[in-house]
Nanobody
Framework: QVHVLESGGGLVQPGGSLRLSCTAS????????MGWFRQAPGKEREFVAV????????FYADSVKGRFTISRDNANNTMYLQMNSLKPEDTAVYYC????????????????WGQGTQVTVSS
C-alpha cells in the first residue's frame, strides 16, 4: 500500500504557471505507475497525465498536451506536474493517484488516491 499527498495548488492568473507535487509514503514508490487527475465542479473526474513506474513513458490528455509536464523523482518518492500557460478551464481539484497496472489512464484502475489540491485560474 502507498499513501499519497498533493501540494502546490493555489490561485493563478490565466497564462501563469504552477507546479504540483505528490509525495508518497509506504511501500516502494518506484514500483507504482502514477497519475494526475482533476475534477471541476459539476463534472466527472478526468485523466490529466500519467507516467510509468520508471518515468520513461508518459501520456497526456489532449487538453493539456504541450502545456503540462509530468515527472517523478523515485529517490525522493515524489511526483510533479508542471503546469504552464494555464487557462480558466484548468480550474479544478487535482488528484494524485497510484497503480500497479500499466499502461492505464482509467480512474477506476488507480488504487491509491490523495485528498486533492485546488487549482484556480482566474484574473
Amino acid at each position: 500500500q502507498v499513501h499519497v499527498l498533493e501540494s502546490g495548488g493555489g490561485l493563478v492568473q490565466p497564462g501563469g504557471s504552477l507546479r504540483l507535487s505528490c509525495t508518497a509514503s509506504g511501500r516502494a514508490f518506484s514500483v507504482y505507475a502514477m497519475g494526475w487527475f482533476r475534477q471541476a465542479p459539476g463534472k466527472e473526474r478526468e485523466f490529466v497525465a500519467v507516467l510509468s513506474a520508471s518515468g520513461s513513458t508518459t501520456f497526456y490528455a489532449d487538453s493539456v498536451k504541450g502545456r503540462f509536464t509530468i515527472s517523478r523523482d523515485n529517490a525522493n518518492n515524489t511526483m510533479y506536474l508542471q503546469m504552464n500557460s494555464l487557462k480558466p478551464e484548468d480550474t479544478a481539484v487535482y488528484y494524485c493517484a497510484a497503480t500497479r497496472r500499466w499502461p492505464t489512464i482509467r480512474n477506476d484502475e488507480y488504487d491509491y488516491w490523495g485528498q486533492g489540491t485546488q487549482v484556480t485560474v482566474s484574473s
